[in-house]
């Protein structure tokens, strides 16, 4: 543990057992079960990579969820009160043991069948990542206020997670319920993977939940709020991407300024959009998990449903592959929420999979090399009317050439993302360094919880395919929380760790073999991503693209009178130099 947050634990121990005993907490789980584990799961709290060492998926901190002074308890932040009835198939999942609902809520759920509950899977675990007993689970469905005594309260008898859902993401977070007794209340349909237009940028979706308000005051009716979808691009953008957090098996939803979210709580609920062919509300996420809640910079971030749809039927055999849709009733569509209309200019995200180190994700296909233009014949073609000369379009990629890659234009031809809002491109005296060589370098990191990235589109020269670039590392953290890399169109072509073994006070030599990409325009970025504790800063001086015959393994090749050793594609090869 880091000898700082010592003090900060014990102190945090105690406050947990006198706020836990009010009986709203983030899973059907004792207050000792919390003591036991907080001092085995702290150091993973810390840099939050455990999520099933949190009381549920909206939390960044394993007792934040606590405290009922903070916007961290359950809510749904910025929304209002839901219209009565409006959502019939929403449902609380309580602590069993409890007679008040509103005292044994801790997550949400959706009727899809008349004997099933889809939630999240993290909500179906305890501290540890046990799976929960299914006898420590009631349902309450057709219930405003949880207070009151309305609707129905169902046993469960069997919980059924995803198979891949692990204990070390959020990945596939989502849990099938089965409840004792069927209820005959319609189910809420499934979003299918033909319907790919509502999970677009910028689509209109509803997220339901129970819990205290912004205002910090109780409130057990349920809520609601309407935000838009945003791209996985823009997600990673404050989550990162070297961290593999936020998959395609997710979705990302929120405004860049905060204010709307959903919280802790509210996990497992839905997050659902209206289908404008069918006249109908479908559920598109199940909410999973954030950094924080309504912060600025960060997303809530859903667990797919389309992705899953097959993986459902297959658990409900009445149901088949699919979800059955409910009769329309008229009390469905709620008057106060206005009725959204998906955008028709979807745009689909590239898929992210992580490979191994400075792996590029796959071989481009094959294109014309933009150093050579085909000289097109022309064959001028004379109208019946008017005599006027149609040319067809011919249509040539520019040759990007790198610009500035010792920085000492600033900022001319890179563009800089900073989530803390940091200036990247700086004079090397302002941080207390010295350049390779000039005066401007690029400083990336250097801050909690910052994603950080130079960015230009350039094309791979055919004859030097080779991405070399010098680097400083300072890091006061272990390997595997802090990383920096270089990413090509949104695939990540070279990782490594930013750490206190990774460290130097020299400058290093980077290259990465890009002969996978010779001829190609890419964005290319150099990145650097932290976590919440203890900073690492990459610094970046003298970016450029050389010939296979100057890489540091051809130059030892040729010292040693041997071959020219050609490595793979993409293998980075680095050496400790001093200036």
């Not at 305890?126 to 207070?147: E, M, T, Y």
């Not at 011919?394 to 500035?404: A, D, F």
Request: net charge negative.
């Amino acid at each position: 543990m880091h000898r700082k947050w010592q003090l900060w634990l014990s102190c945090v121990l105690l406050f947990t057992v006198s706020v836990a005993l009010i009986g709203r907490y983030g899973s059907p789980e004792s207050v000792s079960a919390t003591v036991r584990t907080a001092t085995t799961q702290s150091t993973a709290a810390q840099h939050h990579v455990n999520p099933n060492s949190l009381h549920n998926g909206r939390t960044t901190s394993l007792f934040r969820s606590y405290d009922s002074n903070s916007p961290q308890t359950p809510t749904i932040i910025g929304g209002e009160e839901a219209p009565q009835g409006a959502w019939p198939w929403m449902v609380a999942l309580v602590d069993a043991n409890k007679s008040n609902a509103a005292q044994g809520q801790f997550c949400g759920g959706v009727l899809i069948d008349a004997e099933w509950v889809l939630s999240a899977a993290h909500c179906t675990v305890d501290l540890s990542g046990r799976a929960l007993d299914p006898a420590k689970f009631n349902v309450v469905i057709g219930r405003h206020q949880l207070s009151e005594s309305g609707g129905q309260r169902v046993a469960v008898d069997q919980l059924v997670r995803h198979p891949a859902y692990g204990t070390d993401s959020f990945d596939n977070d989502l849990a099938l319920l089965h409840l004792t007794t069927p209820v005959d209340t319609p189910p809420l349909p499934l979003l299918q993977p033909d319907q790919p237009l509502y999970e677009s940028s910028g689509t209109p979706v509803v997220i339901l939940g129970w819990g205290i308000t912004d205002e910090g005051r109780d409130s057990d009716v349920l809520r609601q709020v309407e935000v838009p979808l945003v791209d996985l691009k823009t997600c990673r953008q404050s989550y990162g991407i070297f961290n593999e957090k936020v998959t395609d098996n997710m979705l990302c939803a929120g405004l860049k300024n905060g204010g709307k979210d959903s919280c802790q709580g509210d996990s497992g609920g839905p997050m659902i959009v209206f289908d404008v062919e069918h006249q109908e509300w479908r559920q598109l996420g199940i909410v999973s998990w954030g950094e924080g809640c309504a912060e600025p910079n960060y997303y809530g971030v859903y667990t797919r449903v389309s992705q899953y749809t097959r993986w459902i039927g297959e658990q409900i055999p009445q149901q088949g592959t699919t979800v059955p849709t409910p009769t329309p009733r008229a009390t469905l569509t709620p008057t106060s929420t206005a009725t959204p209309t998906p955008q028709l200019n979807a745009t689909p995200t590239n898929t992210l999979i992580p490979t191994a180190l400075a792996t590029p994700f796959a071989t481009p296909s094959a294109t014309a090399d933009n150093t050579t233009f085909p000289t097109p014949s022309v064959t001028p073609q004379t109208a019946q009317a008017d005599h006027t000369m149609y040319l067809p379009l011919i249509m040539m990629n520019r040759y990007l050439v790198l610009q500035n890659g010792n920085f000492e234009a600033i900022h001319q031809g890179w563009t800089e993302f900073s989530l803390q809002q940091q200036p990247l491109i700086v004079h090397a005296a302002a941080i207390s360094t010295a350049a390779r060589g000039g005066s401007y370098i690029a400083q990336l990191g250097a801050g909690e919880s910052e994603v950080a990235y130079i960015q230009q589109r350039v094309t791979v020269p055919p004859t030097k395919p080779i991405l070399e670039f010098w680097m400083k590392i300072t890091s006061a953290d272990d390997c595997g929380y802090d990383f920096g890399g270089v990413v090509l169109d949104e695939h990540v072509v070279a990782q490594f760790d930013l750490c206190r073994s990774s460290a130097s006070a020299d400058w290093q030599r980077w290259e990465v073999d890009l002969r996978a990409y010779q001829g190609l325009t890419v964005s290319l970025e150099i990145r650097a991503e932290t976590d919440g504790f203890l900073n690492s800063t990459l610094l970046i001086d003298d970016v450029t693209f050389i010939a296979v015959t100057d890489t540091v393994t051809a130059q030892a090749d040729r010292a040693a009178g041997q071959p020219l050793t050609r490595t793979s594609p993409a293998t980075p090869i680095w050496t400790q130099k001093t200036r």
